[in-house]
């Protein structure tokens, strides 16, 4: 299992952005870390070799990776996976036919799609939750009960979990807290100070960073949970390649110096659009207004970049949308370039119409991942765009 060195997590969280998990490469030294490309090892004879045997199992660039990240979150494990949902699911993994989960009712589309399309029909069962309220948290445990899993702030509503209150709960039932930490990343939240057991992130956006790969990471301190779950990205076999874990290696050495500039545009951006349309139509858990503000402030250090605007129509979302010049519209997030969605024919077009209508992801609702660029340019693009509304 990859492991993080035990001097990495008592530097600083830049010092570990740029350092954590790695080592000279020792052949010529080169500073950066090798793109092990590379299927197989050479062994020096039955059952000699350096520590790795077949590239599905172990690969120096993808263990600096999991090394790094696993520091950046202070916990002890690192498991990178091909994608978000690769990591989502070998963590169900863990689990079998006839474990009950408690799940956020507000979790991303492709999440809920796994749960309700696929693992139902193998025998698991789910509760959905609004993890908003820890009572409802408790009243969904049963004695079948194994994991809690809540995404903090959720997509695309922007709900907030008291973390500490849904550890309690988890562990008083003897479950583990899982909780997706992709929109607020490690700089701004770190679940594992709240009690979490398990903090996953789909490494695509904001810890790579720079659209321009897929992937996934685990981060766990218990080494028995860890011994498992290294099992399972062997067996399953939904692993990165060396060149993906390297470009996420990358995008972490400067996720210090993006995510103050996100939080920073979406601060403005946020009380703009609250400013030009109205308070109650903007979500940002920056806002005062946004009703979880005083948690949200608690558990977070900062609010990111991530604003969903209620916009009442599709045919309104839809106009905004089209003017749209430096927002892209594209699925997706946490890239350096600005992108505007529609989460009911995008990232949870997955979901009936029913549950999104029931959940508050209504067909005027759109979702903006604001970037890195210059905020006065952003706000001009809006400008234009809202225009018509």
């Known amino acids: 299992m990859t492991r993080v060195f035990d001097d990495d997590l008592d530097a600083g969280f830049a010092t570990r952005a740029i350092h954590a998990g790695q080592r000279p490469e020792p052949l010529a030294g080169a500073i950066m870390t090798p793109v092990y490309q590379t299927s197989t090892y050479v062994q020096e004879?039955?059952?000699?070799?350096?520590?790795?045997?077949?590239?599905?199992?172990?690969?120096?660039?993808?263990e600096a990776l999991e090394r790094n990240v696993a520091a950046l979150e202070k916990g002890r494990h690192g498991f990178a996976f091909s994608s978000g949902?690769?990591?989502?699911?070998?963590?169900?993994?863990?689990?079998?036919?006839?474990?009950h989960i408690v799940c956020g009712e507000n979790v991303y589309g492709g999440t809920f799609r796994l749960f309700d399309k696929i693992l139902q029909g193998l025998g698991m069962?789910?509760?959905?939750?609004?993890?908003?309220?820890?009572?409802?948290?408790?009243?969904?445990?049963?004695?079948?009960?194994?994991?809690?899993?809540?995404?903090?702030?959720?997509?695309?509503?922007?709900?907030?979990?008291?973390?500490?209150?849904?550890?309690?709960?988890?562990?008083?039932?003897?479950?583990?807290?899982?909780?997706?930490?992709?929109?607020?990343?490690?700089?701004?939240?770190?679940?594992?100070?709240?009690?979490?057991?398990?903090?996953?992130?789909?490494t695509t956006k904001y810890l790579n960073g720079h659209s321009d790969m897929i992937g996934g990471i685990a981060v766990l301190n218990d080494d028995d949970l860890a011994t498992r779950l290294q099992f399972i990205l062997n067996a399953a076999g939904a692993v990165p390649g060396p060149f993906d874990s390297w470009l996420a290696l990358r995008g972490t050495k400067t996720l210090h110096l993006r995510m103050p500039r996100h939080d920073e545009n979406g601060r403005q951006v946020a009380a703009w659009l609250a400013e030009r349309l109205g308070e109650e139509k903007v979500i940002y858990p920056g806002l005062p207004s946004h009703p979880q503000h005083a948690l949200a402030k608690s558990q977070m250090s900062g609010f990111g970049g991530m604003i969903s605007v209620e916009l009442?129509?599709?045919?309104?979302?839809?106009?905004?949308?089209?003017?749209?010049?430096l927002f892209a519209l594209a699925e997706s997030l946490g890239g350096v370039e600005s992108l505007i969605s529609h989460p009911a024919s995008m990232t949870h077009a997955s979901v009936e119409p029913a549950r999104r209508q029931h959940l508050g992801i209504t067909e005027g609702l759109i979702r903006l991942s604001c970037g890195v660029e210059d905020v006065g340019d952003l706000l001009a693009d809006?400008?234009?765009?809202?225009?018509?509304v």
């Open 125 to 202: 069962t789910f509760t959905y939750v609004d993890t908003r309220d820890p009572q409802r948290i408790a009243d969904a445990m049963t004695p079948a009960t194994r994991m809690v899993l809540v995404e903090t702030p959720t997509n695309p509503l922007m709900r907030i979990t008291d973390l500490r209150a849904a550890a309690e709960i988890a562990h008083r039932g003897n479950a583990l807290l899982v909780v997706d930490n992709t929109f607020a990343s490690p700089f701004f939240q770190r679940p594992f100070d709240f009690g979490a057991d398990i903090i996953y992130h789909s």
């Open 85 to 99: 949902m690769g990591c989502v699911t070998s963590i169900m993994m863990l689990f079998r036919s006839g474990d």
């Open 382 to 388: 809006l400008e234009h765009a809202f225009h018509v």
């Open 312 to 325: 009442g129509t599709k045919e309104r979302a839809n106009e905004v949308l089209k003017r749209c010049r």
């Open 45 to 62: 004879g039955l059952g000699d070799n350096k520590g790795y045997e077949y590239a599905r199992g172990k690969n120096p660039t993808r």
